[in-house]
Nanobody
């Protein structure tokens, strides 16, 4: 079991930046893939970004590519999501997630692929 706790959300104007953090309750070195998802009101939860520390690869949804960056610090058991050039359509609750499957390369984007979830942090982008 691993508990995930997100932080760093808030209200920001369009064009601004936020950095989300996700702290794990235990060492996550055995969890190769960590990801971020988001859910806007009335919409389904969607993939945002993922990182596989074993092969060093990252993946992003097309809607955030070039603006968001996922990174990971295994020594701190923490995953980050740097969000730049924020748009009103980025407004959502952002969730950190862990995929406990032994994925040696790449990442998965499905909500059901991830086993552990944080409680979410609200990001609101005003126009």
């Amino acid at each position: 079991q691993v508990q995930l706790v997100e932080s760093g959300g808030g209200l920001v104007q369009a064009g601004g930046s936020l950095r989300l953090s996700c702290a794990a309750s235990r060492r996550t070195v055995s969890i190769y893939v960590m990801g971020w998802f988001r859910q806007a009101p009335g919409k389904e939860r969607e993939f945002v970004a993922a990182h596989n520390w074993r092969d060093g690869t990252t993946g992003y949804a097309n809607s955030v590519k070039g603006r968001f960056t996922i990174s990971r610090d295994n020594a701190k058991n923490t995953v980050y999501l740097q969000m730049n050039s924020l748009k009103p359509e980025d407004t959502a609750v952002y969730y950190c997630a862990a995929d406990s499957s032994p994925i040696f390369a790449g990442w998965r984007t499905g909500v059901t692929d991830y086993d552990y979830w944080g409680q979410g942090t609200q990001v609101t982008v005003s126009s």
